[in-house]
């Protein structure tokens, strides 16, 4: 049987992280520099061990105004204590609750720069395996971000995007562009099953594109994220699809 991964963005100050938790199976939790506080990043993991969903870090640029979407240039020491830091925070309530860290995700612009980004890449991946070895780092399909990872002999998942498109170079189209986002839930749904069954994307200009998928990313700020989760949680059941982490 087939099985992905089903991974959601979360802690993030929005109201419907406890609503989506049950159709997926691992978290990315905000370390309070995009988004969230202590009380939030605490609240998250509570609600992730009720749920038995595999925790993970979502560090991003300190940058609340922006949300972590604008692109920053740091050098490569700023940027490797960028995420040792946001580890540091976790990693404390992570401990307090007795639970166990599975796996990092850069968010937004940082998550972005690094796919394409060698150099950044690197970096991340540096301070992800200082901080402990056997953490699982989740990066674009085919980007940096995994090869560099891989490099280090850390463990990968490849991710893919329900609610993104995609460029023809297999990059995720720019925020800015009107299409970059997927709202038609059927168009949704058809991509999901077509890089999991398929291993492929088709780009806004109808080119197929390879992909690995690892882990499928739902975006929990969507306008209509709680149900796009469920919807994508009931399809893969209905098509024999397994739902479980990395």
Do not use: W
């Not at 993991?45 to 749920?51: F, R």
């Not at 969903?53 to 050098?75: C, M, T, V, W, Y």
């Not at 307090?96 to 690094?114: D, E, I, Q, T």
């Amino acid at each position: 049987m087939i099985s992905i991964d089903l991974n959601c963005d979360m802690g993030e100050g929005i109201d419907n992280d406890a609503l989506i938790m049950p159709f997926i199976s691992s978290v990315n939790i905000a370390c309070g520099y995009h988004a969230g506080d202590e009380a939030i990043i605490q609240k998250t993991i509570e609600l992730s061990l009720q749920h038995g969903i595999a925790i993970g870090a979502h560090p991003g640029f300190a940058d609340k105004k922006n949300f972590g979407r604008s692109e920053q240039q740091l050098s490569s020491e700023q940027f490797y204590d960028l995420i040792s830091e946001q580890l540091v925070i976790i990693q404390r309530f992570i401990n307090k609750a007795g639970a166990v860290l599975h796996h990092v995700k850069p968010h937004g612009a940082l998550y972005n720069m690094s796919a394409k980004d060698p150099s950044l890449a690197n970096n991340i991946a540096k301070a992800v395996k200082d901080h402990d070895t056997s953490l699982i780092l989740y990066g674009l399909s085919n980007s940096h971000s995994i090869r560099e990872a891989e490099k280090l002999n850390l463990k990968t998942a490849s991710e893919v995007f329900a609610d993104r498109t995609y460029t023809d170079a297999g990059n995720l189209t720019p925020r800015t562009a009107p299409d970059a986002l997927i709202s038609a839930e059927q168009q949704s749904l058809q991509q999901v099953l077509q890089m999991i069954q398929q291993q492929t994307v088709t780009s806004t200009h109808h080119k197929i594109i390879p992909v690995k998928a690892d882990t499928v990313c739902i975006h929990g700020d969507g306008d209509h994220a709680v149900q796009f989760a469920r919807l994508i949680f009931t399809t893969l059941k209905k098509n024999n699809i397994a739902i479980k982490p990395v």
